[in-house]
């Protein structure tokens, strides 16, 4: 039987990211996001509620999310559930549901990929779905640049994935250069 374990989330950091590095040198950057809902009950009134959920991001794409974010700044993220299991001082066993970060994306409060400036699109692992982005990054590489056909979209940039967890981790290591994210 198939299986899929993907999470996306869109909300705001409750916290500022905490940066650490394990004993082989790996980033370990988790943070706090807070996912808002809103609707309308049968009275029509206006309700919401919060989700409060757990992250954490490795390698050098923890890296980035605590250098560019804090506190109560908005980001898309893009990854998988992990259940982290403990036993507490008293013996006790514990568990909680934790995302583990695989692709994200810069948000700016005025829309999606709309960040504080430049081109527009601030995106860090994921692909880009801006075409002047992907036509900036052409035209720095040397390519010619060519505008599509009125009809046409340019085809999406591969996606990455995030940095290998620390030991004990299934995923494989694969860094993030710097010519990786566009600013």
């Known amino acids: 039987m198939p299986n899929l374990n993907k999470v996306f989330l869109m909300g705001n950091l409750t916290r500022d990211p ?5 004993q082989n040198n790996m980033a370990i950057c988790k943070m706090g996001l807070a996912v808002n809902r809103r609707w309308r009950n049968q009275q029509g009134e206006q309700q919401e ?8 991001a490795f390698g050098r794409t923890g890296e980035v999310i605590n250098q560019y974010l804090k506190k109560g700044k908005p980001i898309f ?13 008293d013996g006790n066993k514990r568990s909680k549901l934790d995302v583990t970060v695989e692709t994200f994306e810069f948000i700016d409060s005025r829309g999606v990929g709309d960040g504080g400036g430049g081109d527009g699109d601030h995106s860090g692992g994921g692909s880009s779905s801006s075409s002047s982005a992907a036509s900036s990054s052409a035209a720095s590489a040397g390519a010619p640049r060519s505008a599509p056909a009125p009809q046409q979209r340019p085809a999406p940039a591969p996606r990455q994935t995030a940095p290998a967890a620390p030991q004990g981790f299934e995923e494989p290591h694969q860094a993030i250069g710097d010519d990786d994210i566009p600013f």
Not at 77 to 89: A, Y
């Open 18 to 22: 905490e940066l650490r590095y394990s």
């Open 49 to 56: 509620e919060v989700t409060f959920v757990d992250c954490t």
């Open 77 to 89: 993220i893009e990854g998988r559930l992990h259940l982290d299991q403990w036993q507490d001082k």
